[in-house]
Structures are given as C-alpha cells and as structure tokens.
C-alpha cells in the first residue's frame, strides 16, 4: 500500500490514474471500524483502484471527538489498511488543506443545510461540503462510498455532486451495526458500558417509529413524538432531535410515506451520535 500525505503527490498520482482503471475513494476521519471496511471491500470489488483517505479535522470535532485520540489509532488503521488490500492511503496534513489564508467555501441552500444538523452543527457541515470537493479534486474517483448512517451528509454530497456537475458516482451502502442494533461508529469508543447500553435505545426508538407507521400511524408529529418519548425514558440519553423527513431534501413530510426517513440525533455522555432508518419508496425498510 503506497502512503500520500502531500497534495501534489495526490494531483499527480491522480493524473496519471486518468487513462487507467476505475478509482474507488472512501474518505473516512480514522479510528477505523467495520462500518469503514464495508465501504473499503465495496470500493476494492468495484474499482481497479482504491482510495482511503484519513483526515480529521480538527476545527470540526463533534463533541466527544477527542483531537488526541484519533492519531493513536492511525497505526492500526494502517495496518488495517493494508490487510484489505488498499492500494493508496491518503493522509493529507491539516496546514496543507487549510492554510492559513484558506477562504473559500461550499455552502447549500434550503432545508437540507439548514435543519436538524444544519441547525445543530452549521460550521460542521461547511466543513464537511467543503472538505468533500477538495478531496473529490485531488483524488478525482470514478466512485465516491459512503454510509447512510450519515443520510444527511450523504443527500449534501449528493446535491453538490449534481449542482456543481461533478463527475462521479456515488454509492450509499447501509449502516452497520452491533449486533444490539447500535450503529457502529468511532464516538461509541468514547461511551462507558453504562452509556453504551443506554445508547441502544436510538435505535430502539427508530423501530417504534416504524411499528407506529406499520400500525397505520402517518402523522408525523405523532410519530416523532413516540421516537422521542422513547429516548426520554433513558435518563443518559439526552435527545437532540428525532424526525421524519424527506431523505433527499431534509424537509418535513405532510405525511410519512413511503420515501420518509426516520432520522435521530442524540448525546450520550460526550460522544453524539446520528442513526436513521428508510422507508424505501418501493415500501420496503432500510434498517
Ligand atoms: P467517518 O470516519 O465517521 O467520517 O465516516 C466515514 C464514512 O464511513 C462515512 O461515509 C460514514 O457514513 C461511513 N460510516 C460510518 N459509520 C458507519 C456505519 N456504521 N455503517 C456504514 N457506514 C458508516
């Protein structure tokens, strides 16, 4: 596996992959998981060439995202790395993507930016929208992948993709879990035992709300209520917000139908952690 932290190493190498094989890229911020190595093994079966990249960055830590604790990680995530075959691990340096004069910036429009984590975390998402393009340009994939546990960061990259005429495809691949249904994540390392079993109830509570449309429930109020009542009766789960809303636009549904996502956002103890679940167009549940 070849090691790129320099941007014009990246350009280059890029460059040279145009008249080659198909380039699968996976940006990942670390701390490495199974969630990531579904992402990984996708872009390795699709694609001559693969893609990780590393980068967190610092100016947009959610809370319970330690700075510190991700760079012990990156030698087991470079071993992790190289056992699933990954042809470039790229892992730029924070002064090099964002140098002190660094001033421009991807911004959308609408509810997508502007509700549920575009109201918690705004700064967040420009980070996130502006880091995608500049790793987009560098490494210049044929195929981008991403988790739908992260639904509303995956329909800003997909409104991006399509406004800015980027030419890549995207592939979402579903959310992995533990085998209590907790969504695997980097910030579930920073949860006590106490707090990692209470968490479980974020998932909990998105399968009431599918048992509620099940039983013929379609007000959205009335289901975001009982996703949330759910979330209350765990004394350390502390809500942020749990909707149902449209899984490309973010914006309220009149109704759940199919085509809604049940989507939840909660704190427990310091990490913050998101899960969603879809109620597919076609009437079946992406849980
Ligand atoms: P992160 O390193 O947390 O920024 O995540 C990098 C990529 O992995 C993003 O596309 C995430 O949506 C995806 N991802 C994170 N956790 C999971 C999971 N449990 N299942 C599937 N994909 C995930």
């Known amino acids: ?34 969630g990531h190595l579904a992402l990984i093994q996708a872009a390795r079966q699709e694609c001559e060439i693969s893609v990780v990249s590393i980068f967190l960055d610092t100016t947009i830590l959610g809370s319970g995202e330690d700075p ?24 730029p340096r924070a002064g090099d993507m964002y140098p002190p004069d660094f001033s421009t910036y991807v911004a959308l429009t609408g509810p997508l930016w502007e509700r549920l984590e575009g109201a918690s975390r705004p700064d967040y998402l420009r980070q996130i929208a502006t880091g995608i393009v500049k790793f987009f340009q560098l490494v210049r ?11 509303q960061q995956v329909a800003i990259i997909h409104h991006i993709v399509r406004d800015l005429n980027i030419d890549i495809s995207l592939r979402v691949l579903p959310t992995v ?8 994540s980097s910030s579930n390392a920073a949860l006590s035992p106490a707090q990692r079993q209470a968490a479980t109830v974020i998932h909990r509570a998105l399968l009431a709300g599918k048992a509620l449309v099940e039983n013929g429930e379609r007000r959205p109020a009335s289901i975001e209520k009982a996703m949330a009542d759910l979330v209350a009766r765990e004394a350390a789960v502390k809500l942020d917000y749990a ?11 009149d109704t759940a139908a199919p085509g809604t996502l049940l989507v939840i956002a909660a704190y427990v103890g310091k990490a ?16």
């Not at 909707?243 to 549904?253: M, Q, S």
């Open 243 to 253: 909707a149902a809303c449209r899984p490309d636009t973010f914006a309220e549904v």
């Open 1 to 34: 596996m070849r090691i790129i932290d320099n941007l014009d190493e990246m350009t280059e190498t890029a460059r040279g992959w145009l008249s080659g094989g198909s380039v699968g890229f996976v940006p990942t911020r670390g701390h490495l998981h199974t």
């Open 272 to 287: 913050r952690l998101v899960d969603n679940i879809l109620w597919t167009s076609d009437g079946r549940w992406l849980l």
């Open 177 to 184: 879990r533990e085998s209590d249904g907790l969504a695997v």
């Open 68 to 91: 510190a604790a991700y760079p012990q990680y990156l030698v087991q995530d470079l071993q992790l790395l190289t056992s699933a075959n990954v042809d470039v691990a790229f892992l």
């Open 141 to 151: 994939p044929d195929i981008a992948y991403f988790g739908q546990k992260d639904a």
